[in-house]
C-alpha cells in the first residue's frame, strides 16, 4: 500500500512565500516521478511543476516558472514546492501525486499513481 502525505500551506499576502512538502511511504518498488497539482474552486486540477527521478528532468506550468520551484529528496521519497512571489490567482487546494511500480506476485510490476489529501493555499490581495 502507498500513501502520500502532505504538510505546508496556509494563508499569506500577495507577494509572500509558501513552501508544500510531500513524502511517499508504503510498500513499492521505487517512484518514478512526484508532481504538485492544484485546483481552485470552479476549475479543473492542473499540473504545477513535476520531476521525474531517473532523469532530473523538471516541468513547470507557464504561470508560476519562475516563482515556484520544485525539489526532491530521492533517499526519503519526498518533493517540496517552495513558492515565492505568490499571488491571489494562485490560490487554490494544491495536491501532492507520486507515480511508481508495485512489484506484483510473479515480478510482475504494476504502475500507481497516488495523491496527497490537499492542502490550502490562500494568497490575499
Known amino acids: 500500500q502507498v500513501h502520500v502525505m502532505e504538510s505546508g500551506g496556509g494563508l499569506v499576502q500577495a507577494g509572500g512565500s509558501l513552501r508544500l512538502s510531500c513524502a511517499a511511504s508504503?510498500?513499492?518498488?521505487?517512484?518514478?516521478?512526484m508532481g504538485w497539482h492544484r485546483q481552485a474552486p470552479g476549475n479543473q486540477r492542473e499540473l504545477v511543476a513535476e520531476t521525474f527521478i531517473t532523469t532530473s528532468y523538471t516541468n513547470y506550468a507557464d504561470s508560476v516558472k519562475g516563482r515556484f520551484t520544485i525539489s526532491r529528496d530521492n533517499a526519503k521519497n519526498a518533493v517540496y514546492l517552495q513558492m515565492n512571489s505568490l499571488k491571489p490567482e494562485d490560490t487554490a487546494v494544491y495536491y501532492c501525486k507520486a507515480t511508481g511500480y508495485i512489484r506484483k506476485a510473479a515480478g510482475a510490476m504494476e504502475r500507481f499513481d497516488h495523491w496527497g489529501q490537499g492542502s490550502q493555499v490562500t494568497v490575499s490581495s
Open positions: 508504503g510498500t513499492f518498488h521505487n517512484i518514478i516521478a
